[in-house]
Protein backbone atom coordinates (compact mmCIF):
# COMPACT_ATOMS: atom_id res chain seq x y z
CA UNK A 1 0.00 0.00 0.00
CA UNK A 2 2.83 2.50 1.07
CA UNK A 3 4.42 1.12 -1.94
CA UNK A 4 1.45 1.97 -3.86
CA UNK A 5 1.09 5.37 -2.88
CA UNK A 6 4.92 6.30 -3.35
CA UNK A 7 4.59 5.37 -7.29
CA UNK A 8 1.33 7.34 -7.25
CA UNK A 9 3.20 10.67 -5.39
CA UNK A 10 5.64 9.46 -8.27
CA UNK A 11 3.78 9.20 -11.26
CA UNK A 12 2.09 12.72 -10.35
CA UNK A 13 5.78 14.35 -9.98
CA UNK A 14 6.47 13.54 -13.22
CA UNK A 15 3.79 14.86 -15.09
CA UNK A 16 4.53 18.05 -16.63
CA UNK A 17 1.56 21.28 -16.26
CA UNK A 18 0.26 22.83 -19.48
CA UNK A 19 2.04 25.92 -20.09
CA UNK A 20 0.93 27.04 -23.08
CA UNK A 21 -1.15 25.89 -25.97
CA UNK A 22 0.37 26.43 -29.03
CA UNK A 23 -2.25 26.29 -32.39
CA UNK A 24 -1.12 25.58 -35.97
CA UNK A 25 -3.07 28.45 -37.42
CA UNK A 26 -2.38 28.66 -40.97
CA UNK A 27 -0.05 26.33 -43.48
CA UNK A 28 1.36 29.25 -45.92
CA UNK A 29 4.59 31.29 -45.62
CA UNK A 30 6.24 34.11 -47.03
CA UNK A 31 9.33 32.22 -46.55
CA UNK A 32 10.88 28.99 -47.67
CA UNK A 33 13.06 27.99 -44.61
CA UNK A 34 15.54 24.89 -45.47
CA UNK A 35 14.23 23.25 -42.38
CA UNK A 36 10.57 23.75 -42.04
CA UNK A 37 8.84 21.61 -39.94
CA UNK A 38 6.19 21.86 -41.89
CA UNK A 39 7.37 22.78 -45.15
CA UNK A 40 5.69 20.04 -47.21
CA UNK A 41 2.33 21.06 -45.52
CA UNK A 42 3.01 24.40 -46.74
CA UNK A 43 3.76 23.78 -50.58
CA UNK A 44 0.54 21.80 -50.69
CA UNK A 45 -1.10 24.52 -49.18
CA UNK A 46 0.16 27.49 -50.76
CA UNK A 47 -2.45 29.35 -54.03
CA UNK A 48 -5.05 27.13 -51.62
CA UNK A 49 -8.07 28.36 -49.49
CA UNK A 50 -8.72 24.28 -48.17
CA UNK A 51 -9.28 23.94 -44.61
CA UNK A 52 -5.49 22.76 -44.13
CA UNK A 53 -4.04 26.32 -45.51
CA UNK A 54 -5.67 28.50 -43.18
CA UNK A 55 -7.46 27.26 -40.42
CA UNK A 56 -11.25 28.23 -39.80
CA UNK A 57 -11.59 31.34 -37.04
CA UNK A 58 -13.83 29.37 -35.18
CA UNK A 59 -11.67 26.37 -34.68
CA UNK A 60 -8.80 28.91 -33.44
CA UNK A 61 -11.39 30.41 -31.06
CA UNK A 62 -11.91 27.01 -29.57
CA UNK A 63 -8.35 26.57 -29.30
CA UNK A 64 -8.18 29.68 -27.26
CA UNK A 65 -10.92 28.65 -24.97
CA UNK A 66 -9.58 25.44 -24.44
CA UNK A 67 -5.88 27.07 -23.53
CA UNK A 68 -8.70 28.30 -20.57
CA UNK A 69 -9.94 25.54 -19.56
CA UNK A 70 -6.65 23.64 -19.21
CA UNK A 71 -5.78 26.84 -16.77
CA UNK A 72 -2.67 27.22 -19.19
CA UNK A 73 -0.59 30.66 -18.84
CA UNK A 74 -0.09 30.88 -22.19
CA UNK A 75 -1.18 30.86 -26.02
CA UNK A 76 1.06 30.54 -28.94
CA UNK A 77 0.08 31.38 -33.06
CA UNK A 78 2.75 29.75 -34.67
CA UNK A 79 2.26 28.00 -38.47
CA UNK A 80 3.62 28.69 -41.21
CA UNK A 81 3.53 32.46 -40.95
CA UNK A 82 0.64 33.12 -38.02
CA UNK A 83 0.80 37.26 -39.34
CA UNK A 84 -0.67 35.91 -42.91
CA UNK A 85 -3.77 35.98 -41.21
CA UNK A 86 -6.24 38.75 -41.57
CA UNK A 87 -8.23 38.31 -38.61
CA UNK A 88 -4.84 37.34 -36.18
CA UNK A 89 -5.18 40.62 -34.31
CA UNK A 90 -8.57 39.84 -33.78
CA UNK A 91 -8.17 36.37 -32.64
CA UNK A 92 -5.29 37.76 -30.31
CA UNK A 93 -7.76 40.21 -28.85
CA UNK A 94 -9.87 37.22 -28.13
CA UNK A 95 -7.05 35.33 -26.16
CA UNK A 96 -6.72 38.53 -24.07
CA UNK A 97 -10.08 38.73 -23.36
CA UNK A 98 -10.15 34.81 -22.30
CA UNK A 99 -7.50 36.47 -19.74
CA UNK A 100 -4.67 34.21 -21.47
CA UNK A 101 -1.37 35.54 -19.67
CA UNK A 102 1.17 35.12 -22.31
CA UNK A 103 0.48 35.32 -25.95
CA UNK A 104 2.63 34.62 -28.21
CA UNK A 105 2.93 35.13 -32.03
CA UNK A 106 6.03 32.67 -33.97
CA UNK A 107 7.31 34.55 -36.97
CA UNK A 108 9.85 34.97 -39.66
CA UNK A 109 9.97 38.33 -38.37
CA UNK A 110 9.55 40.10 -42.05
CA UNK A 111 6.01 42.03 -41.65
CA UNK A 112 7.11 43.49 -38.36
CA UNK A 113 9.24 45.63 -41.06
CA UNK A 114 6.03 47.72 -41.07
CA UNK A 115 5.37 49.57 -37.57
CA UNK A 116 1.67 50.71 -38.03
CA UNK A 117 1.09 46.49 -38.30
CA UNK A 118 3.46 45.79 -35.50
CA UNK A 119 1.60 48.23 -33.12
CA UNK A 120 -1.89 46.60 -33.91
CA UNK A 121 -0.41 43.61 -32.80
CA UNK A 122 0.10 44.64 -29.75
CA UNK A 123 -2.61 47.06 -29.20
CA UNK A 124 -4.20 43.34 -29.58
CA UNK A 125 -2.55 42.00 -26.74
CA UNK A 126 0.33 39.99 -28.05
CA UNK A 127 3.35 40.18 -25.62
CA UNK A 128 5.35 37.67 -26.70
CA UNK A 129 7.20 38.28 -30.28
CA UNK A 130 9.04 35.06 -30.98
CA UNK A 131 11.30 35.68 -34.42
CA UNK A 132 13.53 33.23 -36.21
CA UNK A 133 16.37 35.30 -37.15
CA UNK A 134 19.56 32.18 -37.30
CA UNK A 135 22.27 34.45 -38.56
CA UNK A 136 23.90 37.78 -38.27
CA UNK A 137 25.56 37.17 -41.25
CA UNK A 138 22.84 38.38 -43.93
CA UNK A 139 24.00 35.86 -47.02
CA UNK A 140 23.50 33.12 -44.40
CA UNK A 141 20.03 34.31 -42.69
CA UNK A 142 18.68 34.52 -46.02
CA UNK A 143 20.02 31.11 -47.51
CA UNK A 144 18.48 29.44 -44.54
CA UNK A 145 15.17 31.27 -44.77
CA UNK A 146 14.63 30.77 -48.80
CA UNK A 147 14.41 34.53 -49.46
CA UNK A 148 16.59 37.30 -50.30
CA UNK A 149 15.73 40.37 -48.41
CA UNK A 150 14.19 38.35 -44.95
CA UNK A 151 17.37 39.58 -43.09
CA UNK A 152 16.77 43.38 -44.10
CA UNK A 153 13.24 43.04 -43.46
CA UNK A 154 13.16 41.24 -40.22
CA UNK A 155 15.92 43.34 -38.93
CA UNK A 156 13.90 46.03 -39.08
CA UNK A 157 10.80 44.63 -37.69
CA UNK A 158 12.94 43.55 -34.22
CA UNK A 159 14.40 47.62 -34.04
CA UNK A 160 10.72 48.47 -34.54
CA UNK A 161 9.11 46.00 -32.17
CA UNK A 162 12.36 47.34 -29.32
CA UNK A 163 11.14 50.77 -30.34
CA UNK A 164 7.73 49.99 -29.45
CA UNK A 165 8.30 48.72 -26.16
CA UNK A 166 8.50 44.86 -26.92
CA UNK A 167 11.63 42.90 -26.25
CA UNK A 168 12.00 39.79 -28.47
CA UNK A 169 12.58 35.64 -27.94
CA UNK A 170 15.27 34.97 -30.70
CA UNK A 171 14.82 31.53 -32.12
CA UNK A 172 18.18 30.11 -33.81
CA UNK A 173 17.88 26.54 -35.58
CA UNK A 174 21.50 25.46 -35.83
CA UNK A 175 22.74 23.32 -38.87
CA UNK A 176 25.82 23.23 -40.85
CA UNK A 177 25.80 27.26 -42.31
CA UNK A 178 25.14 28.60 -39.02
CA UNK A 179 26.27 26.87 -36.01
CA UNK A 180 30.25 28.00 -36.39
CA UNK A 181 29.67 31.34 -35.41
CA UNK A 182 26.71 31.12 -33.18
CA UNK A 183 29.28 33.12 -30.81
CA UNK A 184 29.37 36.12 -33.25
CA UNK A 185 25.27 36.09 -33.94
CA UNK A 186 24.42 36.09 -30.27
CA UNK A 187 26.76 38.88 -29.57
CA UNK A 188 25.14 41.02 -32.51
CA UNK A 189 22.05 40.37 -31.44
CA UNK A 190 22.17 41.02 -27.69
CA UNK A 191 24.54 44.42 -29.25
CA UNK A 192 21.81 45.51 -31.55
CA UNK A 193 18.57 44.72 -30.20
CA UNK A 194 16.55 44.55 -26.74
CA UNK A 195 16.49 40.41 -26.43
CA UNK A 196 14.21 38.74 -23.72
CA UNK A 197 15.07 35.05 -24.40
CA UNK A 198 17.32 33.03 -26.95
CA UNK A 199 16.22 29.60 -27.89
CA UNK A 200 19.08 27.65 -29.83
CA UNK A 201 17.23 24.72 -32.02
CA UNK A 202 18.63 22.02 -33.21
CA UNK A 203 17.65 20.81 -36.93
CA UNK A 204 14.87 18.08 -36.49
CA UNK A 205 14.90 15.20 -38.99
CA UNK A 206 10.84 16.11 -40.41
CA UNK A 207 9.67 18.40 -43.00
CA UNK A 208 11.75 19.84 -45.79
CA UNK A 209 14.59 18.19 -43.38
CA UNK A 210 13.41 14.02 -44.38
CA UNK A 211 15.06 14.48 -48.14
CA UNK A 212 17.85 16.85 -47.12
CA UNK A 213 19.55 15.60 -44.27
CA UNK A 214 22.59 16.70 -45.37
CA UNK A 215 22.27 20.52 -43.62
CA UNK A 216 22.47 18.89 -40.39
CA UNK A 217 24.83 18.72 -37.94
CA UNK A 218 25.79 16.51 -35.59
CA UNK A 219 24.52 17.24 -31.92
CA UNK A 220 27.86 16.87 -30.50
CA UNK A 221 29.78 19.60 -32.62
CA UNK A 222 27.08 22.37 -32.40
CA UNK A 223 27.15 21.53 -28.01
CA UNK A 224 30.05 23.26 -27.35
CA UNK A 225 29.45 26.87 -29.45
CA UNK A 226 25.95 26.39 -28.04
CA UNK A 227 27.59 26.43 -23.97
CA UNK A 228 29.91 29.50 -25.27
CA UNK A 229 27.10 30.95 -26.63
CA UNK A 230 24.64 30.92 -23.39
CA UNK A 231 28.02 32.13 -21.56
CA UNK A 232 28.12 34.91 -23.87
CA UNK A 233 24.73 36.11 -23.33
CA UNK A 234 24.61 35.49 -19.92
CA UNK A 235 28.10 37.61 -19.69
CA UNK A 236 26.86 40.18 -21.58
CA UNK A 237 23.19 40.41 -19.83
CA UNK A 238 24.32 40.14 -16.55
CA UNK A 239 22.18 36.89 -16.69
CA UNK A 240 18.63 39.05 -17.80
CA UNK A 241 18.75 37.00 -21.01
CA UNK A 242 17.13 33.55 -20.95
CA UNK A 243 18.37 30.70 -22.96
CA UNK A 244 16.85 27.57 -23.90
CA UNK A 245 18.18 24.88 -25.74
CA UNK A 246 15.91 22.18 -27.87
CA UNK A 247 16.59 19.21 -29.46
CA UNK A 248 19.89 18.52 -27.48
CA UNK A 249 20.92 16.22 -24.65
CA UNK A 250 22.00 17.66 -21.18
CA UNK A 251 25.67 14.95 -21.32
CA UNK A 252 26.75 17.02 -24.11
CA UNK A 253 26.37 20.43 -22.64
CA UNK A 254 28.03 20.13 -19.31
CA UNK A 255 27.30 22.51 -16.70
CA UNK A 256 24.57 24.23 -18.86
CA UNK A 257 22.24 21.28 -18.42
CA UNK A 258 19.64 23.63 -17.15
CA UNK A 259 19.00 25.34 -20.36
CA UNK A 260 17.26 21.84 -21.55
CA UNK A 261 14.05 22.23 -22.33
CA UNK A 262 13.26 19.12 -21.88
CA UNK A 263 13.88 18.92 -18.39
CA UNK A 264 11.53 21.94 -17.72
CA UNK A 265 8.18 21.27 -16.05
CA UNK A 266 5.79 22.44 -17.92
CA UNK A 267 4.52 20.70 -21.12
CA UNK A 268 3.08 22.16 -24.73
CA UNK A 269 0.10 21.49 -26.07
CA UNK A 270 0.13 21.71 -29.92
CA UNK A 271 -2.37 22.08 -31.79
CA UNK A 272 -3.32 22.11 -35.44
CA UNK A 273 -5.91 20.33 -38.19
CA UNK A 274 -7.52 17.00 -37.20
CA UNK A 275 -5.02 17.04 -34.39
CA UNK A 276 -3.84 17.71 -30.77
CA UNK A 277 -0.78 16.61 -29.46
CA UNK A 278 1.17 17.01 -25.72
CA UNK A 279 4.93 17.59 -26.58
CA UNK A 280 6.10 16.00 -23.52
CA UNK A 281 3.81 12.76 -24.37
CA UNK A 282 5.37 13.07 -28.35
CA UNK A 283 9.55 13.08 -27.27
CA UNK A 284 8.60 10.03 -24.61
CA UNK A 285 7.77 8.15 -27.60
CA UNK A 286 9.47 9.20 -30.61
CA UNK A 287 13.13 9.70 -28.59
CA UNK A 288 15.26 7.00 -27.66
CA UNK A 289 18.37 6.34 -25.66
CA UNK A 290 21.35 4.58 -25.59
CA UNK A 291 21.87 1.38 -23.38
CA UNK A 292 25.04 3.26 -21.74
CA UNK A 293 22.41 5.81 -20.67
CA UNK A 294 21.30 3.87 -17.66
CA UNK A 295 24.78 4.25 -15.55
CA UNK A 296 23.83 8.39 -16.49
CA UNK A 297 22.84 10.76 -13.78
CA UNK A 298 19.89 11.93 -15.79
CA UNK A 299 18.52 8.80 -16.95
CA UNK A 300 15.25 9.51 -14.83
CA UNK A 301 14.63 12.73 -16.58
CA UNK A 302 16.37 12.71 -20.01
CA UNK A 303 14.14 11.54 -23.23
CA UNK A 304 17.27 10.69 -25.19
CA UNK A 305 17.30 11.85 -29.07
CA UNK A 306 14.56 11.38 -31.97
CA UNK A 307 14.67 8.09 -33.15
CA UNK A 308 15.41 9.99 -36.40
CA UNK A 309 18.22 11.45 -35.44
CA UNK A 310 19.75 8.26 -34.21
CA UNK A 311 18.60 6.12 -37.33
CA UNK A 312 20.67 9.10 -39.53
CA UNK A 313 23.72 9.66 -36.89
CA UNK A 314 23.85 7.02 -34.42
CA UNK A 315 24.31 6.92 -30.21
CA UNK A 316 27.80 7.26 -30.29
CA UNK A 317 27.73 10.51 -28.58
CA UNK A 318 26.03 9.66 -26.01
CA UNK A 319 28.45 9.58 -22.65
CA UNK A 320 26.46 8.67 -19.53
CA UNK A 321 27.22 11.88 -16.69
CA UNK A 322 28.35 10.40 -13.52
CA UNK A 323 27.12 12.05 -10.32
CA UNK A 324 30.22 13.36 -9.30
CA UNK A 325 30.46 14.99 -12.49
CA UNK A 326 27.18 16.38 -12.88
S1 LIG B 1 20.48 9.79 -20.18
FE1 LIG B 1 21.70 9.32 -22.02
S2 LIG B 1 21.14 10.87 -23.47
FE2 LIG B 1 20.40 11.56 -21.51
S3 LIG B 1 22.03 12.85 -20.72
FE3 LIG B 1 22.44 10.81 -19.94
S4 LIG B 1 23.80 9.81 -21.44
FE4 LIG B 1 22.90 11.63 -22.38
Do not use: W
Given at each position: MVALKKKNQEDKSSQKQTGKIESLVIFKCNCKCIM????????????STDYHAVRPHEEIIKDIEKAKKMNARGFA???????????????VAYAKKMGLEHIEVQSNGRIYAYKDYCKKLIDSGVNNFVVS???????????????????????QGIKNLN????????????????YGHLEETVKFFLNNFDVEEFRFTMTMIEGNVANNTDIMAKMSEVAPHICRAIDISNEMSQGKV?????????CLVPGQERYINDLGQL?????????????DESRKGKKIKSPVCRKCKYDKVCYGVWRSYAEAFGLEELKPVKEKQA
Open positions: CSVGLQIQRSMGFSGGEPNLRRDLPELFHSYLEDVADKIMGVPGTYKQAFELGQKVKINIVLMKLNGCFVYNMVSDTVLVGPEFETSL
